[in-house]
């Protein structure tokens, strides 16, 4: 059909479409990206099939997330990471962004990880009919949108975890949208990938069940009901004895623990005398981020080295290894007490080796201590070249005496640090 235009028109005298035309090339359209877009069954799973509050209809954890997935799916722009154990309908949320991309007329590829490094290998020996090794890897890397479900559920063999880094490693560079979907934290996944995955300026990770079971790890005592018992809330400021320089220090770090709970990262230490309220404020540090969904290992440091010690012993339910990854990958890690063990070079060696593999990793932790800077540096020095630079860490000195025993205890030897210089 020809349609009247002026004759400075572009299109004037050429033909046009009609509107059927029109509306089949959509149908045609979307039909053919559905079908590239390797869905399959889950073309079913929409947003309108789904819950905003979750399965339950009040999970505020799991409407965060839809809220979040349903502004990527109108604009994507950087990574969305899903997290969640089997069930929590993070792959339904996955499949809804590529439908709704799909329906809006943009291309979408939903892999699941161990099926696409079986297309990978079968590629090798495709025939002439199907899509080569090549071109199948390059068109996972180089899709406009990519969908990769169950991202820790890939084979462990060196080379599948090498072919997922480099799908991960050159979409990350690119900065191409990407969704990911995993069971594990992303902090827990091999390193290079958790690397990518948390890369706060790129990536966007929401958990859609709060914190899993099992979030919280703990030794020396303190358990979680006992944690519960100190928050931020309870924390007493107002204690009639203080001087006004100790009120206003405890002040500053009741502030600076809130600052730090509420943006973890680095390293976070807290030094005073016994009692001054050192553990109250990392415990409460410890309730907040539970409270984010993040996963957190309360230890108690003479404890701890005693219990890796133990459990190099045979027949053990943890093993030495399995206990030391959890320490170290922890969402957040409290040390309190530090340097109140025997400083052995054994001990030395672990509680280094700690530090400086979540230093490197950029995870965050809390340090209470009752010893100065200087004192930890004659037994700690490569830890304390950590926690103190101030790239990586800050270290908040609280004035105030102990809370019952009052300054009496401040003049012992041995009582806790002095003001450092």
Not at 200 to 215: K, M, N, S
Not at 340 to 356: C, D, F, M, R
Request: a neutral charge.
């Amino acid at each position: 059909m020809r349609v009247p235009r002026p004759v400075d028109h572009p299109r004037f005298g050429k033909a046009e479409p009609c509107e059927c035309v029109l509306n089949e090339r959509v149908e045609v359209r979307q039909s053919r990206l559905e079908r590239l877009s390797n869905l399959g069954a889950l073309t079913r799973f929409t947003f309108d099939t789904l819950v905003p509050g979750g399965r339950g209809g009040e999970s505020d954890w799991f409407r965060r997330a839809y809220n979040a997935a349903l502004a990527y799916a109108a604009d994507p722009q950087g990574w969305l990471v899903l997290t969640g154990p089997s069930g929590s309908g993070k792959t339904h949320l996955a499949a809804a962004i590529a439908n709704a991309r799909i329906a809006e007329g943009g291309p979408a590829l939903f892999m699941v990880v161990p099926d696409l490094l079986d297309h990978l290998r079968a590629s090798y020996d495709a025939g002439e009919d199907e899509l080569g090794y090549e071109a199948l890897f390059d068109q996972v890397r180089n899709a406009p949108l990519l969908l990769l479900d169950d991202i820790d559920a890939a084979s462990g063999t060196p080379w599948a975890r090498e072919k997922l880094y480099q799908v991960v490693n050159h979409r990350y560079n690119a900065e191409l949208p990407t969704v990911f979907t995993c069971s594990t934290r992303p902090r827990q996944l091999d390193d290079r990938l958790a690397t990518r995955l948390t890369e706060e300026r790129l990536a966007a990770v929401y958990t859609l069940d709060g914190p899993a079971r099992g979030a919280y790890d703990q030794v020396g005592g303190m358990a979680r009901e006992r944690l519960a018992e100190m928050q931020f809330r309870d924390f007493d400021l107002a204690a009639a004895s203080l001087r006004p320089e100790e009120r206003e220090s405890l002040q500053g770090a009741y502030r600076a623990a809130m600052a730090f709970a509420e943006r973890p990262h680095g390293w976070f230490t807290l030094q005073g005398v016994n009692g001054c309220g050192k553990t109250h404020l990392a415990a409460a540090v410890a309730n907040k981020v539970l409270g984010s969904g993040l996963s957190v290992f309360f230890a108690v440091v003479p404890d701890l080295l005693d219990y890796l010690r133990a459990s190099f012993a045979p027949g053990k339910d943890t093993g030495y290894d399995e206990l030391f990854e959890r320490i170290r990958t922890a969402e957040l890690l409290i040390l309190d007490d530090f340097g109140a063990q025997a400083s052995s070079p054994w001990a030395q060696e672990k509680l280094y080796q700690i530090v400086n593999y979540r230093t490197v990793a950029g995870l965050p932790g809390v340090i209470t201590t009752d010893r100065s800077t200087s004192e930890l540096a004659e037994t700690h020095a490569r830890i304390v070249a950590r926690i103190a630079d101030p790239g990586h860490g800050s270290i908040i000195y609280i004035e105030a005496p102990h809370y019952r025993l009052g300054r009496m205890a401040a003049g012992r030897p041995g009582a806790g640090p002095r003001r450092p210089r």
